[in-house]
């Protein structure tokens, strides 16, 4: 499966590297086709069940695929009121989108990568990334987009003035001397916010992609000596482990953005 | 994994997916969720009811029965006084007769008794006579002496 590789440095950069299509001029103008086309699917098929489901659903005895759905539903709504306590017509179904989308996203990292090379390399389709949230564009596409929506839903509680004036005097106080570091202190706290989100989704699964792939390597070296059955039968073990831990990962990692975004647009109803 | 337009379109996705799932997906199941619960409570709530105005008629069933078992033990008591009444004047009755029928007897008896005095009477008056007659034979007329006879026949 993995053969095929001149070195391991091969091995790795062509299991990092999202297929490009560069559009105009390239440099920014260049968009990553698998990442774009996974997450459709994935979105496709993750808020198509719910879609399915919601078209049909019945308030009289649900089946089982109703039961499960209506389940994550109550889940999220729950873990939104938790957070915020007003309307939730927008926020909750914002936070049932993020959860399953970006638990889509990473549930593809259980599939064996070398599977999805083999498989995508067959078609023609080289540096195929299964995962898109080992894609920076596809995490800070999400967390600026929640961070615009912190701006907007701000502007909305507070009006423009409002928001402005709290840029200014907000937390240090309204004296002009410390208008400068209010903003200075403002401007780093919105922006940490969905660099932080979008970061710690991407580095979670970027890592854990980068630990299968390096037990991937050490698969590739086993061999019938004593030391390559060792290392074939570790590898095969660790892999298996690792994927274990990383079914928590992927829904773990899965909540705590949907948790953060909710907190994020929360916050910004709120007045200092 | 630099940065680039994927960035855009995968906003763009984004902005979809969330305007798709406010729009067709959230409300259809909360308000499955919110209906099935709502009719869950009035369900508890009708079963509420329904147990209260099962204990209600059933109190009425007992307070009925109670009822019916006094009105029961009524009749049964007048009838047995009734019986006891009529037995009572049946009794009364048949006294009654019974000395009417005794006196009647008795009056009988008297009248039988006074006619066989009679009847004696006649006999030892017609014994005396024959007596007599065969004592003195021809001395004694019947007619001269009847009025002896008749005043005999009274002492007797």
């Known amino acids: 499966m ?36 996974m997450s459709w699917i994935l979105g496709v098929v993750g808020l198509g069940a719910f879609w399915l489901v919601a078209r049909t659903a019945t308030s009289g005895v649900p089946g089982r695929m109703q039961s499960f759905i209506e389940m994550m539903v109550e889940f999220v709504d729950n873990t939104v009121k938790d957070v915020f306590p007003g309307d939730r017509k927008f926020l909750a179904p914002l936070a049932l989108t993020i959860f399953v989308w970006v638990f889509m996203f990473n549930f593809m990292d259980l599939l064996p990568i070398d599977w999805v090379a083999t498989i995508t390399g067959a078609v023609g389709l080289h540096n195929w990334k299964a995962v898109p949230s080992t894609d920076l564009s596809a995490t800070f596409a999400m967390s600026f987009t929640v961070f615009f929506l912190t701006i907007f839903f701000s502007f909305k509680a507070k009006g423009a003035g409002g928001f402005i004036h709290e840029l200014f005097t907000a937390p240090f106080g309204a004296h002009p001397a410390l208008w400068i570091p209010n903003l200075l202190l403002n401007i780093i706290e919105l922006l940490a916010k969905p660099i932080s989100l979008g970061m710690r989704l991407f580095g979670n699964m970027y890592a854990g992609e980068l630990v299968f792939m390096l037990l991937g390597l050490m698969g590739m070296i086993a061999s019938f000596s004593i030391g390559g059955m060792v290392a074939g039968v570790a590898a095969g073990a660790l892999t298996w482990a690792w994927a274990v831990f990383h079914i928590l990962i992927i829904v773990l990692q899965a909540f705590i953005f949907m948790v953060l975004s909710a907190v994020y647009i929360a916050m910004a109803h709120e007045h200092h | 994994m630099n940065l680039n337009a994927t960035l855009l379109v995968q906003a763009l996705s984004f902005a979809f997916l969330i305007w798709f799932c406010v729009k067709f997906i959230w409300p259809p199941l909360t308000n499955a969720i919110e209906e099935r619960n709502r009719k869950i409570a009035d369900g508890l709530a009708e079963a509420e009811k329904g147990k209260l105005a099962l204990a209600e008629g059933e ?91 008749n005043q005999l026949k009274a002492q007797l």
């Open chain 2, 59 to 149: 109190k009425q069933k007992a307070a009925m029965l109670k009822d019916a078992r006094d009105a029961a033990g009524e009749i049964k008591s007048a009838n047995e006084k009734q019986a006891l009444k009529l037995i009572d004047d049946a009794k009364a009755q048949a006294k009654v007769e019974a000395e009417r029928i005794i006196t009647a007897a008795h009056a009988q008896i008297a009248q039988e008794q006074q006619k066989a005095r009679e009847q004696l009477r006649e006999h030892v008056a017609a014994l005396a006579v024959a007596g007599a007659e065969k004592i003195l034979k021809k001395e004694i007329d019947a007619k001269a002496h009847g009025e002896m006879l």
């Open chain 1, 2 to 37: 993995a053969s095929g590789y001149s070195s391991p440095s091969e091995y790795i950069s062509h299991h990092l590297t999202n297929l490009k299509v560069t559009v105009g001029e390239g440099g920014f103008w260049t968009v990553n086709i698998d990442t774009i086309v």
